[in-house]
């Protein structure tokens, strides 16, 4: 089906054609560098409802979106999230090539089938680390058996996984090459992305912030990597590994930032729209979408797009964070 007129053009000249949609704030899991230890959650009459979700991925989708992506926190934790992945999947009768999600996969055994089943074919799970005390301390309790059954579970279903891999240094960059040969027996891509300065966490992520360009040299010691053209509809810049025919990506906001060719914008939970990661510059579509007004919609999108910012504004050098909200506002 061709996309309605106007598409979602920013005044930069870039087509957004991919939106991330955060279904909650709340998440299982404790990441040290995604969240507080004690993190304050939205009360849940300030989310969007499920139904609105729905709508509102219904408008992106007639004005020329292709992909949609769900993230929180954890995607999974949001009741009738199935039922949510069905109704925005049905839109690719309507024009939408692909719905996937990023989750911690712990809840996958109880979802995955429904999410093949709603038409999603692929997911993300985030795992930093294979050795079980790591991951409990950086999840701060975190269980690693169950986000390793959860990826069993997706791949049992037919869901393509890829996993997300948050470089820190001192912390994970001793196992790059263990995860990508793990990845690699089991026929997984493996994405390793810097970490970015979003919220105020405990510790200071200048002293973790490691360049994917000392990943990669890493990797490139014990595996051939190949630049590859492959592309996702994300930032990601892949390599083809020799030695076991899957890929490795890297995402390099800070080190190599690739704004340039940004084609995304992000709507958090409450139903505000960010331009950008890692800006403020932001609409707000709640009460639009509880009016049911479709026009005063397209025009909040288009005055976010129209101011929708060149490029990020991370410093990991910066004692504060680039933005005050944490990633799983957002959903990364």
Request: with cysteine; proline share 4%.
């Amino acid at each position: 089906m061709p996309a309605a007129t106007p598409a979602l053009i920013d005044a930069h000249g870039r087509t957004i054609d991919y939106v991330r949609v955060s279904v909650t704030d709340r998440c299982n899991l404790r990441c040290s560098y995604c969240m507080a230890e004690d993190m304050a959650f939205l009360p849940r009459r300030d989310l969007l409802t499920l139904e609105e979700i729905a709508g509102l991925a219904r408008h992106f989708v007639k004005r020329g979106v292709r992909r949609i992506r769900l993230t929180g926190g954890e995607p999974l934790v949001r009741r009738g999230i199935g039922e949510l992945a069905e109704a925005i999947g049905a839109l690719r009768r309507e024009g939408l090539a692909e719905l996937t999600m990023t989750t911690n996969g712990t809840a996958l055994p109880k979802f995955a089938r429904q999410l093949v089943a709603a038409g999603m074919r692929r997911i993300n799970v985030s795992l930093d680390t294979l050795d079980a005390g790591k991951f409990a301390a950086i999840t701060r309790g975190g269980v690693l058996a169950q986000v390793l059954a959860g990826i069993d579970a997706a791949q049992e279903a037919g869901l393509t996984v890829k996993i997300n891999m948050v470089a820190l240094k001192g912390v994970n960059d001793g196992e790059f090459a263990r995860m990508l040969a793990w990845c690699g027996a089991r026929g997984y891509d493996l994405s390793l992305i810097e970490t970015m300065p979003l919220g105020e966490v405990s510790g200071s992520r200048s002293e973790t912030y490691l360049p994917l360009a000392a990943a990669r040299a890493a990797l490139e010691a014990r595996f051939t990597l190949i630049p590859s053209t492959h592309r996702t509809g994300g930032p990601s810049r892949y390599c083809d590994v020799a030695e076991t025919g899957a890929r490795v990506g890297f995402i390099t906001p800070l080190s190599a930032n690739f704004c340039a060719s940004c084609n995304r914008i992000r709507v958090s939970a409450t139903g505000t729209v960010y331009g950008c990661l890692g800006h403020e510059q932001k609409v707000e579509l709640r009460e639009i979408m509880r009016a049911n007004d479709p026009n005063t919609l397209d025009q909040a999108l288009d005055h976010l797009l129209k101011g929708k910012p060149a490029r990020h504004d991370f410093d990991i050098a910066r004692a504060e964070p680039a933005v005050a909200r944490h990633m799983s506002v957002t959903g990364g």
